[in-house]
């Protein structure tokens, strides 16, 4: 039988061992470490699978040159890097790994929320350059987490293990998601909020983890922050353009938002014009102490890394041989 050909596009170099241990003994492993769709040119078009991390887009024109792919798999949650939908047409399935890092977002997200919400991060940054008194009165007024309003946007996979940590906390969880089924409230002991702008007007904190699409982009925009009370807190772990970064400068001065998390922007990494960029470095600008900015970490653990390589590569596998596939988007 033909030795089969899987390319992985971008985000690992060559080390390959997880992967090549999975498929090695029927397909060449090779990774191009791509960075933008054109360093693909005339590498991709003959794989049997591709797998595709972040860093760059699937889209039509590469799409069209796939001569034998039997699956295009995006090896993480989102997928709105691949033109599934064009995929489809030309009868490539596209796959994702839905799975792979759930605790470590939401660890994260909570992880987050409490660095803002119980002042950690503000006095970090305020003592460590001098500025102000060594007094906690620096972040007053900081109020009890218990009984607050604990707003998720999306309950899917991460979106319930947000839900269930900060439930732990005695926070209130209410969530927005028109697409769950209805129980999942009775089942979590959670409740829902059937209309998004209740959310943003009854939330403490808002928490987003939905999936990017059509319906999802900048689901958080100036608008919907102008319903939140003052002194609301914004976490985005989910992908970067389900909120508007651009207008969370202003929202921190003008105190609608005590502080905003951050750990994905619509490009990574991002230009360093970018209005939050610009105040989040600014050591007059309010959002200097109040903005929390990550490189798009909140998936990274060791254990997490290689559950997405590996089940990645076993998408790949299942493929390849025929099998019957999992996760398919399109």
Known sequence: M?????????????????????????????????TSEADMVGHIDT????????????????????????LLVRCGVG??????????????????VPDYGTEEVADSAIGLMLALTRGISFFNNRLQRKAGDWSYMQGAPLVRLRGRVFGVIGLG?????????????GMDVAFYDPHKQDGYDKALGIRRVEKLNDLFRQAFVISVHCPLTDE????????????????????????????????????????????AAIDVLPFEPPPDDHPLLVAWRDSSD???????????????SEEGLLDMRVK???????????????NVVN
């Open 157 to 169: 996979r991460i979106g319930t293990a947000v839900a269930l940590r900060a439930k732990a906390l």
């Open 79 to 96: 997928f709105d890097n691949i033109d599934h939908q064009f995929a489809r047409t030309r009868g490539i399935p596209v796959g994702n």
């Open 47 to 70: 794989a049997d699978a591709v797998m595709v991390y972040h860093n760059i887009a699937i889209t039509k024109d590469t799409i069209s040159r796939l001569q034998n792919c039997k």
């Open 216 to 259: 999802s982009r900048h689901i958080v925009d100036a608008r919907g922050i102008g319903l939140m009370a003052n002194g609301t807190y914004l976490v985005n772990t989910a992908r970067g353009a389900t909120v508007d970064a651009t207008v969370i400068p202003e929202a921190i001065r003008s105190g609608r938002l005590a502080g």
């Open 286 to 300: 309010p959002c200097y102490d109040r903005v929390i900015l990550n490189p798009h970490s909140a998936f990274y």
């Open 312 to 326: 990645g590569a076993q998408a790949c596998r299942r493929a390849l041989l025929g099998e019957p596939l999992r």
């Open 2 to 34: 033909p030795r089969f050909r899987v390319v992985v596009a971008d985000f690992l170099a060559d080390a390959l061992k997880p992967e090549r241990e999975l498929l090695g003994d029927i397909a060449d492993v090779v990774a191009l470490n791509a």
